[in-house]
């Protein structure tokens, strides 16, 4: 079922957003053979003071612009706009539509104890609630934070396989490091210093009067060890939703080789990166499409020979190459056209 076409209309009065809300929970009752659902939405910039992203921010306060910094920041949700859903949708989701298998739920206020409810588990009656099945979930712009979502990514194992998040690779490395007893303290990120959006509520994202979903194995170190993640795509970019650090997203060596040890499967990556950064990504042994961001200031920390030496590794595997920036590298280039052309002329005698 899709009816992200409505945020095409508009602004709706606060009445029928309402109604409508209350509709859909109540047809969502009855479709428990509901396999796909697309309430995605959209949310327009309203700018606080630091407002956007903290690459932004950071610019702004390094040129002296931008007042007095106000508290609050980021993308904030433009109210009255269709399809609106919340956690009390998820929690009908969780006890009613056992067949789901994508959910995209983009720019909504949901948190994570809301998602939560998705999490396969045995009901409080003896039967069983959740979603088994669901494959994909699309979170983009929503006030969750990694560490929330974790729990329902380990939850999710047996079936997830794409996750529309943000920080999948902050997510991935808080899985690794709990799985073996790692302190967060101890590999902290500039983001996890400075980022306060990370708590386990989401700002204003909760319904108060949604019942907190029942208790479900979680995160363990020696008890219960997180099993291996399906996923396949990690996008490590950064939400504008959430107020962050640049420096804190780069997939660094812990990242990289966290995510390689959660979700080996991984053939989709889109992160930001320095050149020392990139040579660890050759830990992923299934990559078939990369994007990377190199938006550091400095020159020297652009693509060059870290950067020439994975796609020498994994360069005949990859189908897609995206290289974002501020300067080129002759030697990545050489690397990826003597590549195509030995591709393109295999097998042939021209």
């Known amino acids: 079922m899709d009816l992200s076409g409505l945020k095409n209309v508009g602004f709706y009065p ?27 939405t959209i949310r327009r910039p309203q700018h606080q003071g630091g407002g956007g992203d903290g690459e932004r921010t950071g610019q702004r306060r390094r040129q002296g612009g931008g007042g007095k910094k106000k508290k609050g920041g980021g993308v904030k949700p433009s109210g009255n706009m ?34 939560m409810w998705l999490v396969p588990r045995v009901a409080a009656g003896g039967g069983e609630a959740g979603c088994p099945e ?16 974790a729990e329902v990514a380990v939850g999710l194992a047996g079936s997830l396989t794409f996750l529309g998040f943000k920080e999948t690779g902050k997510m991935l490395k808080f899985i690794h490091n709990t799985r073996a007893g790692f302190s967060e303290k101890r590999d ?14 989401g700002e204003g994202a909760a319904d108060k009067k949604v019942p907190s979903p029942p208790k479900v194995p979680h995160l363990e170190t020696e008890v219960n060890p997180p099993p291996l993640l399906k996923l396949t795509h990690v ?36 992160v930001r990166v320095s050149d020392n950064d990139v040579e660890h990504l050759s830990a992923l042994e299934n990559l078939r499409t990369v994007e990377l961001l190199f938006n550091h200031g400095n020159p020297a920390n652009c693509q060059g020979p870290k950067t020439e030496a994975f796609l020498r590794v994994r360069g005949e595997l990859l189908t897609s190459v995206a290289i974002i920036s501020p300067s080129s590298s002759l030697g990545g280039m050489q690397v990826l056209c003597t590549l195509y052309i030995e591709h393109i002329t295999d097998g042939s005698d021209q």
């Open 235 to 270: 996008n490590n970019m950064g939400s504008k939703y959430r107020k962050l650090v640049a420096e804190g997203l780069r997939c660094k060596r812990p990242m990289s080789l966290a995510i390689a040890a959660v979700a080996p499967g991984v053939a989709n990556l889109k």
């Open 188 to 201: 902290a990120d500039v983001s996890d210093k400075e980022d306060k959006g990370d708590s386990e509520t």
């Open 14 to 40: 606060s009445p029928m957003v309402a109604a409508f809300r209350e509709q859909l929970l109540s047809g969502l009752e009855s479709m428990p053979s509901l396999v796909s659902l697309d309430v995605s």
């Open 134 to 149: 669901l494959k994909e979930v699309h979170l983009f712009e929503c006030p969750v934070g990694y560490k929330e979502l």
């Open 82 to 115: 269709l399809p609106s859903v919340g956690d009390e949708h998820l929690r009908v989701l969780g006890q009613h539509c056992r067949q789901l298998e994508e959910l995209n739920v983009s720019h909504n206020d949901v948190s994570g104890r809301g998602l």
